[in-house]
């Protein structure tokens, strides 16, 4: 017996095989989409561009996993994307308005998770940033500034299914008072000290660090305790892919700053390059680049930007002539009362501001937001125009960000971004796992927006429930069902359109 030389090509074939087979039964957490639909240059709403024009490739131009949600009825919602269930209200006094009562301090929110019963359910947990981040919709309105009343206001989170408001004013509060809490704590300190957790705020579409003593609305989470878990994989090529999220990312970044219109032109010239060997980059979208920082780092605590040290990232002289880490470039416009002057950035670095003291004067740099922040920048001007920053924190303004591209793994089975890779065709995927225990995952494609019903019923053809029935875009889309409640046996689920129809069977056994 003689051993015979593989041929590389063979190699590439069965590595390739083995990354594709690696993500299929590892994706563990799938990003919901922004939910921004409009299109902007630097100051207002466009018409979607074409490639090579200016502005082609940001967020709105790009379908992830677009949002869908099912209220179950007993004050949860199942986010049928990310498999995670929501407690629906902040209320949670249960005295029908969502006002000051109901926030909680940090502690005390982690005691109420602990003690929580809810829909016959006990497991619920303080959310993570990844896992709040996760409901957070660009398709809000943010009113800073704004002090007249919140009647036709626009958060961002959905509340066809989750219930919101906006800050107490009745209690000195500002409208842009609703920040939720998260369970994440920040490895360094903000405002010179002060122990921080992260929140993310729904009324002005931010992630920030808030010091642990102030008080929070809170909404509870339980089940897929995957998610916000990262798999990251060195291809060794200049790449690295995450085969939690399906996202493949340039391992380096652009080496420069760049306003927000340049930054979408780099991305257009580096896939007409072929860039690391592929031309479908994408500038990320706010929660694609949120989802790959690594909040267990920081410069203070790690001496490094809060990501993977399998990442490479810049370093910069921060405006204190300190050495520093970079803000990140996302595709997503952050919309204000006065359009679309603004992007959403990541700082994989500090979250740096300028505070003054009690009299608006000596302002000092410090980090007041944390790094893993995520804030906004105007996306285009001078930084000099804004000597100590803007807002109440004195935001440090630099608008000359970084940009780390990605891209699908599988452009053809993942994500469905682009319209190259949304499937042609309706698709009724077989649920997995099959036969499942409790729970299990639909997936099915729509070529274009259509009204569909997807339908669950038992072997004799009777209805057990509606999973969905509204009108959805083109995309890929996964549904979480929970049958703990169903005896063992047979189910069917259809899938249903104007001119589709498709049933599969599926295997409940406990």
Same mark, same amino acid.
């Given at each position: ?18 990354? *594709? ?33 200016? &502005? ?32 629906? /209200? ?18 005390? =929110? ?60 009745? =209690? ?5 008072? =609703?920040?939720?809490?998260?369970? +994440? ?27 642990? +003593? ?5 909404? &509870? ?53 072929? &860039? ?34 399998? &990442? ?17 470039? /996302? ?29 608006? *004067? ?58 190259? /890779? ?14 499942? *225990? ?46 703990? *409640? ?25």
């Amino acid at each position: 017996m003689t051993l015979k030389k593989i041929p590389f090509r063979i190699i590439l074939a069965i590595l390739f095989l083995v990354v *594709n087979y690696l993500m299929l039964y590892s994706q563990t957490y799938k990003i919901v989409d922004t939910g921004q639909d409009k299109c902007y240059n630097n100051n207002y709403e466009i018409s979607p561009p074409s490639p090579g024009e200016a &502005f082609f490739g940001q967020d709105a131009q790009f379908n992830g996993y677009q949002p869908s949600y099912t209220d179950d009825g007993d004050g949860t919602i199942t986010d049928n994307v990310t498999g995670l269930m929501w407690s629906k /209200s902040p209320d949670l006094n249960r005295d029908g308005s969502i006002d000051v009562e109901d926030k909680l301090f940090f502690q005390d =929110a982690l005691t109420w998770a602990d003690t929580l019963t809810l829909a016959g359910y006990d497991d619920w947990r303080l959310p993570t940033v990844k896992e709040l981040y996760s409901l957070i919709m660009f398709y809000g309105i943010d009113p800073s500034g704004y002090t007249g009343q919140t009647t036709g206001l626009k958060p961002f989170i959905d509340t066809d299914y989750f219930e919101f408001a906006y800050g107490d004013k009745a =209690a000195g509060e500002r409208i842009i008072d =609703a920040q939720f809490a998260t369970s +994440t704590r920040y490895v360094s300190t903000t405002m010179d000290g002060n122990e921080t957790i992260f929140g993310v705020n729904f009324a002005d579409g931010r992630i920030k660090g808030y010091p642990i +003593t102030k008080k929070f609305y809170v909404l &509870f989470v339980r089940g897929n305790p995957e998610y916000g878990k990262n798999n990251f994989v060195d291809n060794g090529d200049g790449t690295i892919s995450d085969l939690a999220t399906g996202l493949m990312w340039q391992k380096g970044d652009s080496e420069k700053g760049m306003n927000w219109q340049e930054a979408l032109a780099w991305v257009q010239q580096k896939n007409d390059e072929n &860039f690391l060997g592929y031309n479908d980059w994408r500038l990320p979208n706010i929660k694609e680049l949120q989802s790959i920082v690594d909040y267990s780092r920081s410069p203070a605590t790690s001496y490094s930007a809060a990501i993977d040290p399998l &990442f490479q990232c810049s370093i910069i002289i921060d405006e204190g002539g300190n050495e520093n880490y970079p803000f990140y470039w /996302s595709s997503t416009t952050h919309v204000n009362m006065q359009g679309g002057k603004n992007a959403a950035y990541i700082a994989f670095g500090e979250g740096l501001g300028w505070m003054t003291d009690p009299f608006g *004067n000596n302002p000092t740099l410090m980090d007041v937001h944390g790094a893993g922040c995520q804030r906004s920048d105007p996306k285009q001007g001078d930084p000099l125009d804004w000597p100590y920053g803007r807002g109440p924190q004195g935001d440090v303004i630099r608008i000359y960000n970084y940009v780390r591209l990605v891209r699908d793994i599988n452009p053809s089975t993942s994500t469905g971004h682009g319209e190259e /890779s949304i499937q042609r065709k309706f698709e009724l995927g077989q649920n997995y796992p099959n036969p499942f *225990n409790s729970s299990t995952t639909i997936m099915f494609s729509l070529p274009f927006t259509y009204p569909v019903t997807l339908r669950i019923y038992d072997i004799t053809g009777c209805l057990v429930t509606t999973l969905i029935e509204q009108l959805l875009p083109a995309g890929i889309y996964q549904f979480h069902w929970n049958a703990q *409640n169903l005896p063992n046996g047979v189910y069917l689920y259809s899938l249903k359109s104007d001119s589709f129809s498709e049933t599969k069977r599926m295997i409940l056994l406990k």
